[in-house]
């Protein structure tokens, strides 16, 4: 069964925002480091933004200032809220749990996010 499932994507013009919602089960939010990867077409898949230990966030640069990801522990769910969108920020987005012990990665299905006028 699908234990990580994103929503929130969509087409968005550049100099827009949006933010993109991830549910998972409570098994891999409690034992994970969040966090949010993307890959466009023809790219490899990069990391966006992720919590880490003691929760605080890392950030890709080019995101730096423009994206921020945050988390409802009640609701077992990670958000990513983008602003400033530009054309380059097209891409499936993944949503990724990875346990804090062993590294284990989950994947959610990605979320189509296209920022063009």
């Known amino acids: 069964q699908a234990q990580l499932v994103e929503s929130g994507g969509g087409l968005v013009q550049p100099g827009g925002s949006l933010r993109l919602s991830c549910v998972a089960s409570?098994?891999?939010?409690?034992?994970?480091?969040m966090g949010w990867f993307r890959q466009a077409s023809g790219k490899q898949r990069e990391l966006v933004a992720r919590f880490t230990w003691g929760d605080s966030p890392i950030y890709t640069d080019s995101v730096k200032g423009r994206f921020t990801i945050s988390r409802d522990d009640a609701k077992n769910t990670v958000y990513l809220q983008m602003n400033s969108l530009r054309p380059e920020d097209t891409a499936v987005y993944f949503c990724?749990?990875?346990?804090?012990?062993?590294?284990?990665?989950?994947w959610g299905q990605g979320t189509q996010v296209t920022v063009s006028s």
């Open positions: 990724n749990g990875r346990t804090r012990f062993g590294g284990l990665d989950y």
């Open positions: 409570g098994s891999i939010f409690s034992s994970s480091f």
